[in-house]
């Protein structure tokens, strides 16, 4: 009798007849990322010790909410720590540093790896682009199959090749609803606008989750892996995207609420740390301390407070293993870029902008790296040069990507840093070349994006006009013949919120390939 036990965000625990699986557990004291996050509900009334002795943990990628350094090194040697295969060598490196004895194994896509000698396995599903290393994970257990999404963005085919490939039956889906990116929250825009970016992107990403379960029934589906809230006082004002009503998160309450409405005949159900599911027989059992525990926004403020007076020593641990850099900041700075300038011409061709960066404390300044692709260079802000994005972070912070202690996406995820961008168009290579700094994962992104095949075409109507387009988004695949809204005359695809405009092809809201649209008459 399989049973699946929910450790709050994106971590369960997985109990089968011969073995005991974690898959992406989170339980650090300190949080994660610059100890900014923390874990929402709290989930330190478990029993971390019992969990641990697991016979595998299966990580999905190298985000700190979901690979917890405080957990793998707690893991007894016997245990195998599973990690999907991904063109870039960042988080296998990252995964073994921790590690230590312990035996890491990267799964390649779709490849069922087993779990036992009773028919049980696990196999890792990432998503189709490479510029995104993550991957969901299906684990069929005694039977019974769960699709594990965590942060993958899964297209509905990859969903659809799931559940056959578990039998034609998905026992449970777990997807996440709360997608706590760095935008728009930490971008300097005015509150109307804050307001209405914050809704639109809470709204897609429900939309998604809702085409993603229409597409494969599974008997029970769970809204999980996230939101985190924010403890220490340098990001503490950051929880007011925690607003049941107008947040820019969606906690699994309310994203269950609105997907139960919106899609009525699925069965719908979300869960707290400690609560636990049967696969056979669905029967559910809920933790009695998570039980006390609400999303209401009424009673939050207290919760927060004193959450934060005992989070507070590790928080302070955490700071005082970043102190103020020392003299040359400038000189280090500029080796990084120079680095990552010599990664990739593609990336720097598809980039083709200045970016400023406001760099406070001892020792900063204001500077500017120029991707051209002529080549990158560093330079000390003129005030006669306008730059298209500007990132305003600690030196302590920045001192620590720079010598390796972090990694970019560790600092853009802490939402330790401001950002602008004008125009407001996001530009994926830019954060493509900053969170892979490491040329195969490069490589992999050019070879996808070049060659791509277009010829499977589908047409699309608006304005009493037809258009043909590529049945698959150019930025990362998906399958737009039921993955993407046509709206204002343009193509919305529903995977990454990436917009095209019909007339031209032109992506509008990010750097991205074209569309190559035609209209037919």
């Not at 809204?223 to 998160?249: I, M, R, T």
């Not at 994005?389 to 030196?395: E, S, V």
């Not at 917009?499 to 209209?519: E, I, K, P, W």
Request: glycine share 8%; aromatic share 10%; net charge negative.
């Amino acid at each position: 009798m399989p049973t699946v036990t929910f450790l709050g965000h994106a971590g369960v625990s997985v109990d089968a007849s011969a073995f005991h699986l974690l898959a992406d557990p989170w339980l650090a004291p300190a949080g994660a990322f610059l100890g900014a996050w923390h874990q929402y509900p709290r989930n330190d009334h478990l029993d971390a010790a019992r969990l641990l002795e697991a016979d595998w943990v299966a990580v999905s990628h190298e985000h700190l909410d979901h690979f917890d350094p405080w957990v793998v090194g707690r893991l007894p040697q016997r245990t195998r720590i599973l990690i999907p295969r991904y063109p870039g060598p960042a988080f296998r490196e990252r995964m073994a540093a921790v590690a230590g004895s312990r035996q890491v194994i990267e799964i390649p896509a779709w490849e069922k790896f087993p779990l036992d000698n009773r028919g049980s396995w696990i196999t890792a599903i990432p998503e189709l682009s490479p510029m995104c290393h993550d991957a969901a994970f299906l684990i069929v257990v005694d039977g019974r199959g769960l699709l594990h999404c965590n942060d993958a963005r899964l297209t509905a085919a990859q969903a659809r090749r799931a559940k056959h490939l578990a039998g034609g039956r998905l026992d449970l889906m777990a997807l996440q609803t709360s997608g706590a990116s760095w935008h728009p929250i930490c971008y300097e825009y005015p509150a109307g606008e804050m307001a209405k970016v914050s809704m639109d992107k809470r709204v897609s990403k429900l939309r998604a989750t809702q085409r993603l379960v229409r597409q494969t029934e599974p008997e029970l589906a769970v809204p999980f892996a996230g939101p985190p809230c924010f403890l220490d006082e340098e990001v503490a004002h950051l929880n007011w995207v925690l607003g049941q009503e107008d947040g820019a998160f969606c906690d699994p309450e309310v994203a269950t609420a609105w997907l139960r409405e919106h899609l009525p005949g699925q069965r719908w159900d979300h869960f707290k740390p400690g609560d636990t599911v049967d696969l056979d027989t669905g029967r559910i059992i809920r933790d009695p301390v998570s039980a006390g525990f609400s999303f209401a926004d009424a009673d939050r403020a207290g919760y927060l407070a004193r959450y934060a007076a005992d989070r507070a020593p590790f928080i302070a641990d955490v700071l005082a293993e970043h102190p103020e850099p020392g003299p040359g900041l400038f000189g280090r700075f500029a080796a990084h870029f120079a680095h990552l300038g010599s990664l990739s011409d593609y990336f720097l061709e598809q980039i083709a902008m200045i970016v400023r960066f406001e760099v406070t404390g001892p020792n900063g300044g204001i500077w500017d790296v120029d991707f051209s692709p002529d080549g990158l260079t560093v330079s000390e802000a003129s005030p006669a040069v306008r730059p298209h994005y500007r990132i305003r972070a600690a030196g302590r912070w920045l001192d620590g990507v720079i010598d390796g202690r972090l990694a970019w996406e560790d600092l853009l995820i802490s939402f330790r840093l401001s950002l602008y961008r004008d125009p407001d168009v996001y530009n994926d290579y830019l954060v493509g070349l900053l969170k892979h700094a490491n040329a195969p994962a490069l490589r992999a992104v050019e070879a996808y994006e070049t060659g791509r095949d277009e010829s499977e075409r589908i047409t699309v109507e608006w304005g009493g006009g037809r258009y043909d387009i590529p049945r698959y988004c150019p930025h990362a695949g998906e399958d737009l013949a039921i993955g993407a809204v046509v709206r204002d005359g343009q193509v919305h695809c529903l995977a990454h919120n990436f917009a095209f405009d019909l007339a031209t092809g032109a992506c509008v809201n990010a750097r991205a390939a074209n569309l190559t649209s035609r209209r037919i008459f």
